[in-house]
């Protein structure tokens, strides 16, 4: 079966930086765009970055532009975001997910099938 596993959460001070890495297996990783999200407590989950199958292309939502940076390694099966100059406001639980669907927006969740049980990254200020 699919499995999606994230790594690289913690805590770290206001203006530092932290690496997420996401490995896939159980599927053909480099068929599938992938994305991260994140969810505050008492927020909606919110798309954070998108990465095309063979990572040519890339979006981001507006508030992390500049500061976060997707990417993926198809021969490893993993995915990164690299997240510099972190705010208080980017604590949020990170999840990793394989998008199957492409008849909505990058940043929707239903676009995603497969979702990881997220990494927690705390920014204190």
């Known amino acids: 079966q699919v499995q999606v596993v994230e790594s690289g959460g913690g805590l770290v001070q206001a203006g530092g930086s932290l690496r997420l890495s996401c490995t896939v297996s159980?599927?053909?990783?480099?068929?599938?765009?992938m994305g991260w999200f994140r969810q505050a407590p008492g927020k909606e989950r919110e798309g954070v970055s998108y990465?095309?199958?063979?990572?040519?292309?890339?979006a981001s939502v507006d508030s992390v532009k500049g500061r976060f940076t997707i990417s993926r390694d198809n021969a490893k099966n993993t995915l990164y975001l690299q997240m510099n100059s972190l705010k208080p406001e980017d604590t949020a639980m990170y999840y990793c997910?394989?998008?199957?669907?492409?008849?909505?927006?990058?940043?929707?969740?239903?676009?995603?099938?497969?979702w990881g049980q997220g990494t927690q990254v705390t920014v204190s200020s």
């Open positions: 997910a394989v998008r199957t669907l492409y008849t909505g927006s990058w940043y929707s969740a239903g676009m995603f099938r497969y």
């Open positions: 159980g599927l053909t990783f480099n068929n599938y765009g």
């Open positions: 990465i095309s199958d063979r990572g040519d292309n890339t």
